[in-house]
């Protein structure tokens, strides 16, 4: 089955960087789009970054263009987000994503908090 297996996350400073990784299984990671999501409290899940199956095409919402990195290693079935220049409006949980099949797929989520 389909899983996910993120890490990266944790309490940093604003103006700090942090670098999430995701490690997929289940399916045939090379052959698929991914994408990072997040959700702050009380918010809904917003899409952050979109990374086609080759890595060759990426896009990011407006609120993290410039500062924030998709990436992914089809040997090694990772997928990363190197987040750079954090602000507090950064806080939240993030997600790795797959439509596989015409179903959504999460990973349980890392928890990101940027505070002083």
């Known amino acids: 089955q389909v899983q996910f297996v993120e890490s990266g996350g944790g309490l940093v400073q604003p103006g700090g960087s942090l670098r999430l990784s995701c490690l997929a299984s289940?399916?045939?990671?090379?052959?698929?789009?991914m994408n990072w999501y997040r959700q702050a409290p009380g918010k809904e899940r917003e899409l952050v970054a979109f990374?086609?199956?080759?890595?060759?095409?990426?896009n990011y919402a407006d609120s993290v263009k410039d500062r924030f990195t998709i990436s992914r290693d089809n040997v090694r079935q990772r997928v990363y987000l190197q987040m750079n220049s954090l602000k507090p409006e950064d806080t939240a949980v993030y997600y790795c994503?797959?439509?596989?099949?015409?179903?959504?797929?999460w990973g349980q989520g890392t928890p990101v908090t940027v505070s002083s």
């Open positions: 289940g399916f045939a990671f090379s052959r698929y789009a």
């Open positions: 990374i086609d199956s080759l890595g060759r095409l990426t």
């Open positions: 994503n797959v439509r596989y099949r015409d179903r959504e797929f």
